[in-house]
């Protein structure tokens, strides 16, 4: 082989390229990566973190409203800017974006500011027309909206891209979606005062979550002022003077000045040359890896959402890190993807950790259900009418906590302390004698003794 320009070149500058790039740097590595967008990627720019703003601003009206039954008055009613929170969420994902360059800069990895595309398995083409050789190409492109089949009217349609860049808040909008990202913006956009309607294909919001926390937080949401129609889809909109017609499968139409559609992401491999390098993909679309995170063609390998493996920022991190320490660093590293602690910046947030109840039922011979719901300390004098749902699965046999599903304030907070526990195989009996912090919404994952339920695999089957 020709003498290579570098050790390693990445593709796609997000959360699992940079870290990837900065380990194998501090390794000694001559690193290269080449963006062709923005500097920290889907998270960064225009995913978890903005999001994350968002969901801020959209809880302060909540909070306006409930000061007053603790003795605070507004003297004025409060207003809120939609482009004073767009302006500065801009500044804060420039600055950040900077500090990312900067972090790359100092660990000595260059920075191209171009399109890539994979010639062969030693060489990249660039957008400018150089080509670089490299020794070993990591391919850390994420993911990129789906708008699903090419419906009339999907020129209409924006995606959580566009959202964050809107120059005016809607005063309706109807959002297609039943994960992550649909329910987090329906709450968002409620939450900020506009009428949102939340479409989804499936029986109940957040396929692949425990049911019982899927139900609790449709209610919560619905509460809210919400309109959640599951069993429809958007089949067309129609451009209607100002504003949108939605049609829906069932043949009813909405009004709406903006339509959303988050139905789910695909892995941004197209275009990169995956198809001329007969790079092995899962039928999901995903890059398919080894456990060290290595693709068919032997010194090319693929992190983060573009493998389609467990799709969180935190995850991406990691298998980038683990790269890095497998290819340079002389550790060779797995990832665990087991008991991966999540958390939905919905209005109740969410924190899951491990099995739901219908996995856990089908994976041990016995399983006890141990839930409550109850109304947070904060609602009493608030008035507010919401109620806090927590979940524990523990294996009979192990007594090990397998499940742990959170509805409420700070869930996301709780389930990274609580996914430690759970990852290190903490037993049922171990919360329970962990002494309760009083008065806490999260003493009760450590004072639940009353057993909801008790299934046996032996019984169910009879």
């Known amino acids: 082989m020709a003498k290579s320009d570098v050790d390693l070149f990445v593709i796609g500058a997000g959360s699992g390229g940079v870290r990837a790039a900065r380990i194998a740097s501090s390794y000694g590595a001559r690193v290269m990566v080449a963006e062709e ?19 801020y601003a959209s809880r302060f009206g909540h909070e306006f409203e409930d000061a007053a039954g603790f003795g605070w008055s507004v003297p004025v009613a409060p207003t809120f800017s939609w482009q004073t929170l767009i302006a500065n969420k801009d500044r804060e994902i420039d600055r950040l974006e900077a500090a990312y360059v900067s972090t790359l800069e100092r660990f000595k990895v260059e920075i191209v500011r171009a399109r890539a595309v994979i010639e062969d398995a030693h060489t990249i083409r ?62 968002i956009f409620a939450g900020l005062g506009s009428e949102v ?21 449709r209610l919560e949401m619905e509460t809210r002022g919400i309109k959640v129609l599951c069993g429809h889809t958007v089949d067309a ?32 491999i197209m275009g990169i040359g995956c198809e001329a390098l007969k790079i092995d993909c899962h039928e999901h679309g995903g890059i398919q890896v ?52 999540t958390a939905v910046f919905s209005e109740p947030e969410l924190g899951v950790i491990g099995l739901t109840e219908a996995q856990a039922r089908a994976e041990f ?11 947070p300390m904060k609602a009493t004098l608030s008035g507010r009418a919401t109620r806090v749902f927590m979940k524990l699965l523990v294996d009979v046999a192990s007594d090990r906590v397998v499940g742990c599903h959170i509805a409420g304030p700070d869930a996301g907070e709780l389930i990274q302390v609580i996914g430690i526990a759970v990852k290190m195989g903490a037993t049922k009996a171990d919360f329970d004698a962990t002494m309760a ?10 004072t639940m003794r009353e057993r909801a339920a008790r299934y046996t695999r032996a019984a169910a089957a009879e």
């Not at 011979?365 to 109304?375: E, N, P």
Request: neutral net charge.
């Open 290 to 341: 080894d456990d060290y995170s290595r693709t068919s063609v032997p010194n090319i390998y693929a992190v983060g959402d573009v493998t389609n493996r467990v799709n969180l920022t935190p995850v991406a991190i990691r298998e980038g890190h683990a790269f890095a320490d497998t290819l340079y660093g002389g550790k060779p590293t797995k990832v665990d993807h087991h008991n991966v602690p």
């Open 365 to 375: 011979d016995t399983v006890d259900v141990y839930k409550t719901s109850f109304r």
């Open 126 to 187: 660039l957008s400018t027309g150089a080509r670089v050789r490299a020794e070993a190409i990591l391919i850390a492109t994420g993911g990129w909206p789906h708008m699903g089949p090419n419906i009339p009217g999907l020129e209409h349609v924006i995606s959580s891209n566009e959202a964050f860049h809107l120059t005016e808040l809607p005063k309706r909008i109807v959002v297609q979606g039943g994960g992550y990202i649909a329910v987090e913006f329906a709450c």
């Open 437 to 446: 912090v009083h008065p806490t919404m999260a003493e009760e994952l450590v």
């Open 197 to 217: 309607t939340l479409v989804y294909r499936g029986e109940n919001i957040l396929r692949g979550f425990d049911d019982d926390i899927r139900e609790h937080l």
């Open 237 to 268: 909109v129609e451009k209607a003077g100002d504003e949108f017609s939605v049609k829906l499968s069932d043949g009813t139409a909405i009004a709406a000045d903006k339509v959303m559609f988050a139905i789910g992401r695909r892995p941004n």
């Open 37 to 55: 967008f923005r500097v920290g990627g889907t998270c960064v720019i225009r995913g978890c973190v903005p999001k994350k703003l968002l969901v």
